[in-house]
């Protein structure tokens, strides 16, 4: 085992090519040529927010394109998913019943991670994702995501050039969602191919993305899932 710069133990669960000793390299740089600190990828992010708005307005549902269904309870979009308005009743709790929203998914999500070896330290491709139920509007989140079955484009890889560090599949919280799984992956791309950001996603090192994790509503919730991937290695 060792010990970070800050004092913060690493197990080196070596792995495959001795991927541990990667993530602890990469958690003791926190600049790099491709990002130099974390003060400078706040100030990118609030310019990615000062560029975007969101304005919601009400509807009529005989406007909505795209096959919106209304049935008895559900309202929704075919292979994408729905909305149902349920009653709960139960006992011991403090409450004893109530009516509540509940999203059934009709497809199976997936999120991405990319990382890669930057002049020898290993970067993470963090995207920048925007929601409508951001308070920020923009967060950082994985490389890529598809969770609507509609959405989802994967960068342009040389599938020889990339592999599976690891994967898992995860179930969304039970509460408030039905049958909403996403699988997870957390994969390398080799230094032979090269990858295009344009401005749509930014490198960050472990120890970067360390120093930004406090602050509430720098990551999405998918990111911290995804990330959550590397904790075998440490």
């Known amino acids: 085992s060792k010990l970070s710069e800050n004092g913060i133990p690493f197990s080196i669960n070596m792995g495959e090519e001795n991927f541990g000793e990667d993530l602890y390299k990469s958690f003791n740089k926190t600049s790099s040529s491709y990002q130099p600190n974390s003060d400078d990828i706040t100030k990118l992010l609030e310019k990615k927010r000062l560029a975007v708005s969101h304005v919601t307005k ?90 609507d079955n509609q959405s989802f484009q994967d960068l342009k890889l040389n599938k020889e050039h990339v592999k599976t560090i690891a994967s898992y599949s995860q179930s969304d919280e039970g509460g408030r969602f039905y049958k909403s799984v996403v699988d997870y992956y957390l994969k390398e791309i080799s230094s032979e191919e090269e990858v295009s950001l344009g401005d749509s996603h930014t490198w960050m090192t472990l120890g970067q993305i360390h120093a930004l994790l406090p602050v509430k509503g720098n990551f999405t919730n998918e990111f911290r899932s995804v990330l959550s991937l590397i904790l075998k290695h440490l």
């Open 58 to 147: 009400q509807q009529s549902f005989d406007l909505l394109e795209d096959g919106w269904f209304l049935e008895k309870g559900k309202i929704g979009k075919p292979g994408v998913f729905s909305v149902s308005g349920i009653s709960v009743s139960v006992n011991g709790r403090e409450v004893g019943a109530w009516d509540q929203p509940l999203l059934e998914s009709h497809c199976r999500g997936t999120v991405v991670f990319y990382c890669k070896k930057l002049d020898g330290v290993l970067h993470f491709l963090v995207g920048y994702s925007s929601e409508i139920g951001f308070k920020e509007d923009i967060q950082f989140g994985p490389s890529v995501m598809n969770l």
